[in-house]
Each structure stands twice: as C-alpha cells, then as structure tokens.
C-alpha cells in the first residue's frame, strides 16, 4: 500500500445533550416543583502522538470523525451522560494545520502527548434552573450547546537523527538493515521504494539514534518528478544526511555526477536542506572495479571526508557507524577513507 503522509480531514466534536423538563411527581408531594436535569457536555475530539501508527493511511478513506454528542437530562435532578471523546491517533511528526487559514495547530513530536483539537459542547440547563418565586413551573429548558468543528490538514515528516538519501538502488534498505532491527524488503530494483523505513541504531557508546531509509529521489524530484516532493519533505526533520552513492555507477570520466545530481535537487526544494550537514559514502565496494571509481570520485571531491562501504557485506559499517554516532550524540569528527 502507498505510504501515505497527507490527508485532509473533517472533525466535530459532540453537541451537548438537551437539558430536561419534568416535575417532581410523589403521592405525598403534589407539587414537588421542577426536577429536570442538565444535558450531558458533548465529547471532545482529542489527537494522540503515538509510535504505533507509522503513517496516515487510516485518513485515506475516513474523511469525516466526530465525537459523540452528551445524553439529555432526566428528571429526578439527573444529568444526561458526558458524551465519548473521540481520540484520534497519529504518528511521530505530523503537522496539525487549520486546513482553511494554513495556521500550524501542533507539531505532534512528543511520544504519547494528548491535545483537545475541538471543544465539545456544553448540556442545557434543565428547567430546575428556572424555577423563580413567581415563576414556579417552568416548562422549558436549555438546547445542549452545538460542539466545536475544524478542517484539518495532516502532514507526516518523518522525525530521525539521520537520513539516507540517494539514487534507487544505491542500497540505502540494505544499509538501514545492516546497521538497525529494521527489515525492509531489499531488492536489485531500478526504481523508487514507496515506504520510508525507520531504524534504530544502539552504538556500543553514547544514545540510541534514528537513522530514516528515505525512498529514492530522482533527477527532477524538486519539481515533481516522480514521488520525489512526497519525500524531499522528509528529509527537513533529520538533523544529518547520509549521503550513499552506489560505486558501480561512478563514471571515472564524470565522478561526481550523481552526487551533483541530488544535491541539485536538495537545492531546488530548499537551500536551508542542500545545506545541511552531509556524510558521503560509497556503497557496494564488494563489486569489481569499485576501486578505480571510488578512487576518482575521491580525487574530484578532494578535501572532504568519504567513507567506502559494503552494506552487503559488512566492511566499514562499523566505521560509518561510530562517525554517525558522534555526529549524534557527540563532538564531530573528521571521517576517513
């Protein structure tokens, strides 16, 4: 299924319930006076942040959410029932947006964190409330109050400490496997995956770090180009890049093509992203030939740090992984070939 990270949704809380009309009716007491009760407060629409969702897709076909509406009031002084609140769940990183105004409602960031995004309505006063000296029967009662309603706009950006970024095939899915407990499906396919993928990363020093498998981008994303604004978006919440370059494909004649390729599209979709802080690796140095091109490529991008790894074999992840680690939770290095 598609990932989904967008939708666009309609909530309305509940309407608070009718208050009552009724009158004290004993055998003893023949005119008891008013005892109808207040409607129940309609129930509130509450958005949750949890881990257990990963993307938007349960909006995909569920457009409209309302909570449920507050019981009416009875007679003998009793209150109609609270209405349900309706909670809503949504993953780490969605942006909450007033769909009409654009305004940012909530950056949903923090694990587990509630918030009320529309109000339910109050009950109605039942016709106790009304009762006066000269006014001692009161048939009538207060409508339940109508509950708040929004448009909203969801967007989903993935929150992570690092983020794979490169062409389709460059073996960004083997590498978040090798280096996490994540297991996305790695195939020699020359074309875009539609799910981002999360790891977690436990170095032997220093905090656990979120590394995100950003599906591929290709020549053209930033204006479009097949899903490649879908994940440039995603991109902005990760505090470093990895940038993974598959060394089979360096032409020696044209080294850095590729790697000029991405951050041209870095660049046209925000320069604050072309400019943020990068660590380039070479992937796929198990393959013949890989040294004459990393060689190259090394050459032409002298005097910046470049790792070589095999992410299907293993050598110089450990490397890559303590680099990652200290660009995370410690001091920066210099990388080293």
Do not use: W
């Amino acid at each position: 299924m598609r990932f989904i990270d967008e939708a666009t949704i309609f909530v309305k809380a509940g309407d608070g319930g009718q208050g009552c009309v009724s009158f004290r009716r004993e055998k003893y007491i023949p005119r008891g006076g008013p005892d109808g009760g207040d409607g129940g407060k309609g129930g509130d629409v509450i958005i949750l942040t949890t881990s257990r969702r990963r993307t938007l897709s349960q909006f995909r076909f569920k457009k409209s959410l309302k909570a449920k509406n507050g019981g009416y009031g009875q007679g003998s002084q009793k209150s109609g029932k609270k209405g349900e609140d309706l909670i809503i769940e949504v993953p780490l990183g969605t942006l909450v947006h007033n769909a009409e105004t654009g305004e940012l409602i909530k950056d949903c960031v923090t694990s587990d964190e509630i918030f009320i995004v529309v109000r339910g309505g109050i009950g109605g006063k039942g016709n106790k409330h009304f009762a006066t000296s000269t006014h001692r029967t009161p048939r009538f009662a207060q409508p339940g109050m109508p509950g708040e309603f929004l448009d909203l706009k969801l967007d989903l950006k993935l929150i992570a400490d690092v983020g794979i970024i490169g062409f389709p095939n460059a073996g960004k899915s083997t590498l978040i496997s090798r280096i996490s407990s994540a297991r996305p499906k790695v195939a020699d396919y020359p074309f875009t995956t539609l799910t981002p993928h999360l790891g977690v990363v436990t170095p032997s020093k220093g905090e656990s770090f979120v590394v995100a498998d950003i599906p591929g981008l290709i020549e053209g994303a930033h204006t479009g180009a097949g899903l490649g604004i879908t994940f440039l978006r995603h991109i902005e919440r990760t505090r470093i890049l990895l940038h993974l370059i598959d060394a089979t494909t360096i032409d020696p004649a044209d080294p850095l093509k590729s790697y000029q390729i991405i951050m041209r599209e870095l660049a046209g979709f925000s320069r604050d992203l072309a400019q943020k802080k990068q660590i380039v690796v070479l992937n796929k140095m198990d393959m013949p030939a890989t040294d004459q091109s990393a060689t190259a490529f090394m050459a032409a991008f002298a005097g910046h740090p470049v790792f070589k790894i095999s992410a299907f074999t293993g050598a110089g992840v450990t490397e890559l992984v303590n680099a990652l680690n200290y660009n995370v939770n410690g001091p920066e290095i210099d990388a080293h070939d």
